[in-house]
Nanobody
Framework: QVQLVESGGGLVQAGGSLRLSCSAS????????MSWYRQAPGKQRELVAA???????NYADSVKDRFTISRDNAKNSVYLQMNSLKPEDTAVYYC???????????????WGQGTLVTVSS
C-alpha cells in the first residue's frame, strides 16, 4: 500500500510564509509526478504547482513568483514554499502524486489527506 502524508499547514498573517511537505511511502517503484492542489471554501479544487519527473515546474498564475515547488527524490517527497501569502491563499492544500507501484507496475494517482492553510489579513 502506498500513501501520501502531508504536514506544514497552519495560521499565518498576510505577507508571511509557510512550507508544506508531503512524503510518499510504501511499495514504490517510481514516481512520475508530484503536485500541489488547493480547495478554498465553496470553490473547486485547483492546481497550484506541479513538478513532473524530468519535466519543468509549472505554477498557477495566482501563485507565480510567490510559491516554489521542489522535490527530494531520495525521500519521495515534495515541498511547497509559500511566501508573501495573501488571504485569498486560504484553502485546504492537497498533495497529489502519480506513482508506479511495485506490485502492479501501473500508474496510480494518490491524494494526501489535506492540510489547512489560513492567511489572516
Amino acid at each position: 500500500q502506498v500513501q501520501l502524508v502531508e504536514s506544514g499547514g497552519g495560521l499565518v498573517q498576510a505577507g508571511g510564509s509557510l512550507r508544506l511537505s508531503c512524503s510518499a511511502s510504501g511499495s514504490i517503484f517510481a514516481i512520475s509526478s508530484m503536485s500541489w492542489y488547493r480547495q478554498a471554501p465553496g470553490k473547486q479544487r485547483e492546481l497550484v504547482a506541479a513538478f513532473p519527473s524530468g519535466g519543468s515546474r509549472n505554477y498557477a498564475d495566482s501563485v507565480k513568483d510567490r510559491f516554489t515547488i521542489s522535490r527530494d527524490n531520495a525521500k519521495n517527497s515534495v515541498y511547497l514554499q509559500m511566501n508573501s501569502l495573501k488571504p485569498e491563499d486560504t484553502a485546504v492544500y492537497y498533495c497529489n502524486a502519480r506513482i508506479i507501484t511495485k506490485e502492479t507496475m501501473k500508474n496510480v494517482e494518490l491524494w494526501g489527506q489535506g492540510t489547512l492553510v489560513t492567511v489572516s489579513s
